[in-house]
Structures are given as C-alpha cells and as structure tokens.
C-alpha cells in the first residue's frame, strides 16, 4: 500500500477522459473542448489511440479558418501530436509528473493494457500538489 507521500498517476488523472476521432473536423475539435472547458482530447482512430489534440494544435488553424470562410480545415488526425506521453494508472506521480517536464507536454495519457483509463495534465498535477500539500499541512498539525 502506497503512503499519501507516494501517490499513483490513478490519484490524480482525469478518468474515462472524453475523446475525439481522427476523422473529425478542426472546427468540431474546437467547439467540444470550449464547451467541455478543457485543453486537450485523446484522438482515437476506431478503437485505438492515435495522437493527442491541444488547444495550442487548433491555434493556427484556428486563425487560417476565421479568415477563410467555408474552408473545412485539416481533420484533427492530421493536426494531433502523434508523439505520446503514455503512463500506467499505478505509474509514481512523481515519476510520470517529471516525464512531463523533461518532454514539456501538457498531458500524458493513461492507458492500462490497450485500454485508454485517463488523462492526466497539467491542471490535474496542481490540483493533486494542493490536495498533497493541504494533508501535509492536517499531518503536521500539532
């Protein structure tokens, strides 16, 4: 059993996380993240993980499109990093929290098998920092 100074990825990832298809258009990317409020969508290709999209990869496409009316865009298969960042639910957080840093991305997916389980990005490891710090803080209390 894990101490609450070594928590797992499982601890603080985002589980079940919502997820785009490759096939999809830029613009139904765009939308789906303003209206779910968040910063990045697992992209799948049927039933297998593809890529990554980032706020940051609809950016300049975004731009392009405002200016060009009734263009369709690249689909988001073509925009999403392919690059990934994949850790294990039970994977140290400080060990998967460092991988992010060194490789400077925003979110790893969590995959358990072949199974996507959760995302885990930057928001979810200060969230986890606070909640860690604030029972510390329980734990030292005289």
Same mark, same amino acid.
């Given at each position: 059993m894990r101490s609450m100074l070594t928590p797992t990825v499982r601890s603080v990832m985002t589980p079940a996380p919502e997820v785009i298809h490759a096939q999809a258009g830029s613009a139904t990317?765009?939308?789906r993240m303003q209206e779910l409020g968040i910063r990045h969508l697992p992209v799948m290709d049927r039933d297998r993980l593809v890529g990554v999209l980032s706020e940051r990869d609809l950016r300049g496409v975004r731009a392009f499109l405002d200016h060009a009316p009734g263009e369709l865009g690249p689909s988001v298969g073509e925009l999403c990093s392919r690059d990934l960042l994949? @850790? %294990?639910?039970?994977?140290?957080?400080?060990?998967?929290?460092?991988?992010?840093?060194?490789?400077? @991305? %925003?979110?790893a997916l969590v995959v358990e098998g072949t199974e996507l389980v959760g995302i885990m990005t930057c928001v979810d490891l200060c969230k986890g920092l606070s909640d860690l710090v604030a029972r510390l803080r329980v734990a030292s209390a005289p």
């Open positions: 990317a765009h939308a994949i @850790v %294990g639910p039970d994977d140290p957080l400080d060990e998967a929290a460092t991988l992010m840093a060194d490789r400077r @991305v %925003g979110a």
